[in-house]
């Protein structure tokens, strides 16, 4: 999605769908894809309003509504919902096999929104198929689990798990500040970003010197996931204070 509305077929399709119906939605989008339809819709005259839902605060993947101005606004619960996944404290499951036993239903990621683990995992989807997810989840991985909607207001007020850490940067490039979150030589983040093993925002990302800004996300295939919470001020050496959270 890049552009104005009119630049931007599926933005304009939506806009389209929202005069006439009222309101229309996405599926879940990530970062990238959400920034380019706010654009997209902010560029048009039509008498539209654009809401993201996640489920919770600081949710990564979002789903979008378009509702006509005339229109009463519709709930979160009317388009997402919270599915508990519940399963013994010894069996440690983590975001890929969750997800994995998620798609094993047969479902499209698009469907899906955050996954969360933890003591009790949770996961965002398309309220269409909450209940379908809560009945057929039985199992993840080698694992037996129980899974069941429950309210979003239920949701713990901050799912994110993240293992913060504070840490000095020369620059804000990304290549040394892959280097300092993941205990790299420079070098080799380097040669992660420009073999594709690298996503920054969500996005595919070969350039080792693509400037990294606060509340991103960075994830390195085989080393994990962690978020920028903070990337400024200076240490007594000159060099770039970085405050960020490595995923659990």
Not at 77 to 93: F, G, K, N, T
């Amino acid at each position: 999605m890049k552009g104005t509305a009119g630049q931007n077929p599926a933005a304009a399709d939506l806009i389209k769908q929202a005069l006439s119906r009222g309101s229309a939605s996405t599926h879940f989008l990530n970062p990238v894809e959400a920034e380019a339809l706010r654009l997209a819709v902010a560029g048009q005259r039509q008498a539209v309003t654009l809401t993201f839902y996640g489920g919770f605060e600081g949710a990564e993947r979002q789903l979008a509504v378009v509702t006509e101005l005339r229109s009463a606004p519709c709930a979160a619960a009317d388009v997402i919902s919270a599915v508990a996944v519940r399963h013994r404290p010894q069996d440690e499951l983590g975001h890929r096999d969750l997800l994995g036993a998620v798609l094993g239903l047969g479902l499209k990621r698009e469907a899906i929104g955050d996954i969360v683990p933890g003591p009790v995992a949770y996961l965002i989807c398309q309220s269409s198929l909450a209940d379908f997810i809560a009945a057929e989840l039985t199992q993840v991985g080698p694992f037996g689990v129980t899974a069941g909607v429950i309210p979003l207001g239920a949701l713990p007020p901050r799912l994110e798990q993240l293992e913060e850490q504070t840490g000095t940067v020369a620059s804000a490039r990304l290549d040394a500040v892959l280097a300092a979150i993941f205990h790299l030589a420079r070098g080799k983040a380097s040669a992660y970003i420009l073999s594709g093993k690298v996503q920054l925002a969500c996005a595919l990302c070969q350039k080792p010197d693509r400037e990294v800004s606060s509340g991103q996300v960075i994830s390195v295939r085989g080393l994990g996931r962690a978020k920028i919470l903070t990337l400024g001020g200076q240490s007594r050496k000159g060099r770039l204070i970085i405050r960020y959270g490595r995923y659990i």
